[in-house]
């Protein structure tokens, strides 16, 4: 049998049960019905939301017609694998106030080879520093209570922490509008202390960042922000078959497989990456912007 991680085990299934009821046919509904379960739940098991008991999948995999045993076998133990609960996101406390796919997101970026990140506002969110993360958090407080924005808070710092500090540094490719290096969250200190954290990642060789200039006459993405992880080597030909699409709005946040929209999603990013100027003009930019913030530390 395979080895999987609980998000690789988690993807292996869905994808599969997927897979299996669109060979034979069948819509999320009428599997439902045939097994005495809610559509929701389908739904969810399907979309990642969540896991599958092996109980459930062995009966599952009976009325689907599943003969081979390899292929039983693989799966009930990747069922087994996805249901372990030892992982931080998966804390009561914070699983009360973070949605089902930033949870997902959450894992695969644990375990990426390489993520594409664009964000037209702000620095993303696994990169800010505490301070300038409670300043956009409580930005919203008219929407998120204390206890939210304090549970959030926690999470983005693991994740931060998680991500900067993999020994396996994956590839992070940034694309920042220039905006974010004038939006001061936080006051001036905040933002120049998180700007200049940018640049000690670039130098540590942890990401790689360009800045989209106000005057830049290249097609800017009118995606919203987005992540784009890699969960095999993103310089494969058909890298996107083994990648996650993760974007969010005000109002809601998702995961998308679809694989044109991937696609879509990272040819937008290679054509504003490549147009731009590269990394050593915009850590320039980064490092001019933090000199004009935070004076006295120059």
Do not use: C
């Amino acid at each position: 049998m395979a080895t999987y991680s609980p998000v690789g085990a988690r993807r292996k299934v869905r994808r599969a049960l997927r897979r299996l009821r669109e060979d034979r046919g069948l819509t999320q509904g009428q599997l439902a019905e045939a097994m005495d379960w809610s559509l929701s739940k389908v739904m969810r098991i399907e979309n990642g939301d969540v896991t599958i008991s092996v109980n459930d999948l062995r009966y599952l995999l009976q009325y689907l017609g599943v003969t081979d045993r390899e292929q039983i076998t693989d799966l009930l133990g990747a069922a087994k694998i996805s249901r372990q609960r030892q992982q931080w996101w998966d804390a009561q406390n914070l699983r009360d106030f973070l949605t089902d796919a930033m949870r997902q997101h959450i894992q695969y970026e644990a375990e990426a080879k390489a993520i594409r990140i664009y964000f037209g506002m702000l620095v993303p969110g696994a990169l800010q520093i505490p301070g300038y993360a409670r300043a956009v958090l409580e930005s919203y407080a008219d929407e998120l209570d204390p206890g939210t924005v304090e549970a959030r808070l926690d999470s983005r710092e693991r994740r931060r922490q998680q991500l900067i500090g993999r020994p396996d540094k994956p590839k992070l490719y940034v694309l920042l509008d220039e905006g974010v290096l004038f939006r001061q969250f936080g006051g001036a200190k905040v933002l120049g202390e998180q700007l200049a954290e940018l640049i000690r990642l670039v130098e540590e060789g942890r990401l790689l960042v360009r800045v989209i200039p106000f005057e830049a006459p290249a097609r800017i993405p009118m995606l919203g922000s987005y992540d784009i992880l890699y969960l095999d080597d993103d310089a494969r030909e058909d890298a996107e078959v083994e990648a996650i699409l993760y974007r969010e709005s005000d109002v809601r946040d998702e995961l998308v497989e679809d694989l044109e929209t991937v696609r879509r999603h990272r040819t937008g990013f290679d054509r504003v990456w490549q147009a731009m100027p590269d990394e050593l003009a915009s850590v320039k930019m980064i490092e001019a912007r933090v000199r004009e913030l935070l004076p006295e530390d120059v």
